[in-house]
DNA sequence: CGGCGCTGAATTGTCAACCATTGTAGCCAA
DNA sequence: TTGGCTACAATGGTTGACAATTCAGCGCCG
């Protein structure tokens, strides 16, 4: 299961892209948040560090940026992304609408294999948790998304939930109230065995309250993001 | 409304890109289905025809990729994509669950004003339609599920959508299968019509069995494309 | 005669140096 | 402090070069 990245490599394209290593690396770190919303990314610092060209940098810059982790903003350079409640919210609206779909047609089609698979996941997702490895669990918690989707057998609408995954990690990040950050492992949990007894429709209902309640964990309300308030008002 | 590709320019982005206007032209050019399939896209070449370096050609190039609209194989340069019939199904399958919602969306909130562009935009449908201009009539009706995409209000899920529909596109000039053409014209019809009587539940309804409509429309019996059975096969 | 590896042209991937443009910071004066 | 001018730094883009790879032709050998 190549569970991460919208843009993946597929069999003919693993040769020796040098961008690749670049654009891996600064996903993995926006999605984490150890990389904070709104950093710069300076092509020079970048090219040193990674020991390639500009050019390469570019690339991978513009990568990111397709996936909405970026923002290039022209003759500045990149930042990392920062998305406002409005997407963020939208982002849980449309998980919420394709993924209970996808979650229905898992619970169909789950081969035994790829239940058991689930369970190992979930037993790392535990073990993340109870470590305290924040940034760890949310992207344990995206690849186990990312493999319901697998497993419904839709390869684009696995690409667009990968895709919305990404997105959620950032915006999860960013948002997170505390609260009663628990009720994600019991989520997991029950989707697993409503797969594998194979009840679409229980499976498409857990989903669904799941991303409500994912949703209801972040503070979205309509007020100021931050003390940010006359720099990205005018802006 | 800028109804067309799904890597849009925002405000802050409209500087002098000189990669856009190739993106853009390759787009169109693939979409309207004028560069067939699998034509080589020789970097050396697009440079001298748009005068541009081979840099700016490649940030082109990586963007129709990321739009699945070309395919880039290492060390062999990019080709203009050729989905296959699972790919062709799923997307449509995709659209099926999208835009349904989407359309009972539009039903909801959509003002006067929208309501009359949608018609001036079914108008130019019908122009294109009874000219005999195929590509013309194919992009137009993409445009006009954007169109809708866009009174949703949800632009997460537009962008989803935008990026569906370019695909659509291809897939329909590469699996057209020449039966009633007639049919497109009366199912926009009639979802203008729902969607100005604010009936969600019908608007919903007549876009899911348009886009069944649309698929059965498509060749995607699962023999073989097309007699490039050994280079496809085998590579 | 057919299959084999080889060679070489063509194309891509990457780099380095460079220029033009734009944003930014600093400085000075009113 | 504000306004404006200047110099600097970073980006967007170009050019030219070069290594790596692919692929088509070609001769060799069985």
Tied chains: 1, 2.
Excluded at 181 to 192: G, K, M
Aim: glycine share 4%.
């Amino acid at each position: 299961m190549n569970m991460f990245g919208s843009t993946t490599l597929d069999a003919t394209n693993k040769a020796a892209m040098r961008w690749y290593p670049v654009y891996a690396g600064l996903r993995e770190a926006i999605v984490s948040h150890r990389l904070a919303p709104g950093t710069k990314l300076p092509e020079d610092e970048l090219a040193s560090i990674y020991s390639v060209s500009r050019a390469v940098i570019r690339a991978a810059l513009q990568a990111l940026s397709h996936d909405r982790l970026a923002r290039l903003e022209p003759n500045r350079g990149a930042f990392v992304a920062q998305p406002n409640k409005q997407e963020a919210r939208e982002v849980f609206e449309a998980r919420a609408l394709i993924e209970p779909k996808l979650a229905a047609l898992a619970a169909e089609m789950a081969k035994p294999a790829e239940i058991e698979q689930l369970r190992l996941h979930l037993d790392k997702e535990h073990e993340a948790l109870h470590a305290g490895h924040d940034s760890d669990a949310i992207m344990l918690s995206a690849q186990f998304h990312i493999g319901i989707a697998e497993i419904a057998g839709q390869s684009i609408l696995t690409g667009i939930v990968r895709d919305l995954l990404s997105r959620s990690s950032l915006i999860i990040a960013l948002y997170w109230r505390r609260r009663d950050t628990i009720c994600e492992s019991h989520a997991h949990h029950a989707l697993v065995e409503a797969i594998q007894k194979g009840d679409a429709q229980d499976a498409s209902n857990l989903m669904k309250h799941h991303l409500d309640d994912l949703l209801s964990g972040l503070d979205l309300t309509p007020g100021k993001n931050k003390p940010e308030s006359l720099s990205d008002i005018l802006r």
